[in-house]
């Protein structure tokens, strides 16, 4: 059974800190590539990071050195960890699992590399 379940999110002020946390299925977290991708309102859905089987990472420019990505195989989970954030981080986050690559991560196509999506979860930066 496919499952993604994102948590995590939450209000913030500009600079603080979340983790976000999407716990998957076994079958899904087996999967080559995962990923967070966020979307605001009115915008397409964008890449934020990817992490493949290897632990291999890849970032969108916006997030570089701010967010990172990591996985605990003893708990089928994804994280987010993002610090110092802005208001432009503003966006509903979601997971995502069956991705091709991780090096497709800022390609304008690449929620289409992906196969099966969690709910989102909400992050709300304030200035």
């Known amino acids: 059974q496919v499952q993604l379940v994102e948590s995590g999110g939450g209000s913030v002020q500009a600079g603080g800190s979340l983790r976000l946390s999407c716990a998957a299925s076994e079958y899904t977290y087996r999967s080559h590539c995962m990923g967070w991708f966020r979307q605001a309102p009115g915008k397409e859905r964008e890449g934020v990071a990817a992490?493949?089987?290897?632990?291999?990472?890849s970032y969108a420019e916006s997030v570089k050195g701010r967010f990172t990505i990591s996985k605990d195989n003893a708990k089928n989970s994804l994280y987010l960890q993002m610090t110092s954030l802005k208001p432009e981080d503003t966006s509903m986050y979601y997971c995502?699992?069956?991705?091709?690559?991780?090096?497709?991560?800022?390609?304008?196509?690449?929620?289409?590399?992906?196969?099966?999506w969690g709910q989102g979860t909400q992050v709300t930066v304030s200035s």
């Open positions: 995502a699992a069956d991705g091709r690559s991780i090096a497709t991560i800022s390609a304008p196509y690449a929620q289409y590399e992906y196969n099966y």
């Open positions: 992490i493949d089987r290897d632990g291999s990472k």
